[in-house]
């Protein structure tokens, strides 16, 4: 893991849900650039709500989200993306009846020069997709898609990287694969926030962690203090 560095993100009591419903109910957290930071806790604790609201696909009610010195609450999901915000959905993260190359090329819409150089950089990281440039991406395996998933993310060079579930429904082979690209991306000096169920490998890649319940904080700290905690064990970890 790379040094981490100023304030990238910092959500403060964020307030959002569906309708009107509210799942989060005044949830805090951050990022710092360099830095990765998982959010753990148990199903319906708010962890997917928290990131789509903090990405424009879901309304904030009450609270403020502060990008790199910007107040970005209430930002379109398009303008995230162009200050500098990359996001991987848990599904449907992929056009399907496009080539893998098309799929690139959809990430780098926004880019006015440079797209192949991007491309070529792209797959330097994700080599086993060069020889699938051609193919459709939904005739892919779901650990494929999802490398195509996040490399087409990176297309904008990102200052922030969000991965919602980025294992779920792969193989432990193929999902350490992907936990190993986000340290590669980690490593090049870009930020990546996950949301994961696999909360002891999640954490034990990732500087800090938090643990959301019942659309609330209640644990946040280093990754290695909540890995190790007794509490943590208990509650979250099984065993």
Same mark, same amino acid.
């Given at each position: 893991?790379?040094?981490? $560095? /100023?304030?990238?993100?910092?959500?403060?009591?964020?307030?959002?849900? +569906? @309708?009107?419903?509210?799942?989060?109910?005044? *949830?805090?957290? +951050? *990022?710092? &650039?360099?830095?990765?930071?998982?959010?753990?806790?148990?199903?319906?604790? $708010?962890?997917?709500?928290?990131?789509? &609201?903090?990405? @424009?696909?879901?309304?904030?009610?009450?609270?403020?989200?502060?990008?790199?010195?910007?107040?970005?609450?209430?930002?379109?999901?398009?303008?995230?993306?162009?200050?500098?915000?990359?996001?991987?959905?848990?599904?449907?993260?992929?056009?399907?009846?496009?080539?893998?190359?098309?799929?690139?090329?959809? $990430?780098?819409?926004?880019?006015?020069?440079?797209?192949?150089?991007?491309?070529?950089? *792209?797959?330097?990281?994700?080599?086993?997709?060069?020889?699938?440039?051609?193919?459709?991406?939904?005739?892919?395996? @779901?650990?494929?898609?999802?490398?195509?998933?996040? /490399?087409?993310?990176l297309m904008l060079?990102?200052?922030? !990287?969000?991965?919602?579930?980025?294992?779920a429904s792969l193989?432990?082979?193929?999902?350490?694969?992907?936990?190993?690209?986000?340290?590669?991306?980690?490593?090049?000096?870009?930020?990546?926030?996950?949301?994961?169920?696999?909360?002891?490998? /999640?954490?034990?890649?990732?500087?800090?962690? +938090? *643990?959301? /319940?019942? @659309?609330?904080?209640?644990?946040e700290g280093p990754?290695?203090?909540? !890995?190790?905690?007794?509490?943590?064990?208990?509650? +979250?970890?099984?065993?």
């Open positions: 893991m790379t040094e981490t $560095g /100023a304030r990238l993100l910092d959500a403060r009591e964020i307030v959002s849900g +569906y @309708g009107e419903v509210h799942i989060l109910k005044g *949830v805090s957290m +951050y *990022v710092d &650039a360099a830095e990765i930071v998982t959010i753990i806790g148990p199903n319906g604790a $708010g962890k997917s709500t928290l990131m789509k &609201a903090m990405f @424009g696909l879901l309304p904030v009610h009450q609270g403020t989200l502060v990008l790199d010195g910007t107040d970005v609450t209430g930002m379109s999901t398009e303008r995230l993306v162009r200050h500098g915000v990359g996001y991987v959905p848990q599904t449907n993260n992929v056009f399907s009846t496009l080539t893998v190359r098309e799929n690139l090329e959809m $990430g780098g819409y926004t880019r006015l020069d440079g797209l192949n150089d991007r491309i070529a950089w *792209v797959l330097d990281l994700f080599p086993d997709l060069a020889s699938r440039l051609g193919e459709r991406a939904g005739r892919l395996s @779901g650990g494929q898609r999802k490398l195509v998933a996040i /490399a087409r993310a060079e990102p200052k922030l !990287l969000m991965l919602d579930e980025p294992s193989s432990p082979q193929m999902s350490e694969v992907v936990f190993e690209k986000i340290c590669e991306i980690n490593q090049l000096g870009m930020a990546a926030l996950l949301v994961e169920q696999d909360a002891r490998h /999640a954490l034990a890649i990732s500087h800090r962690g +938090y *643990v959301l /319940a019942a @659309g609330e904080n209640r644990f990754a290695d203090m909540l !890995l190790n905690s007794d509490d943590m064990r208990r509650l +979250y970890l099984g065993g």
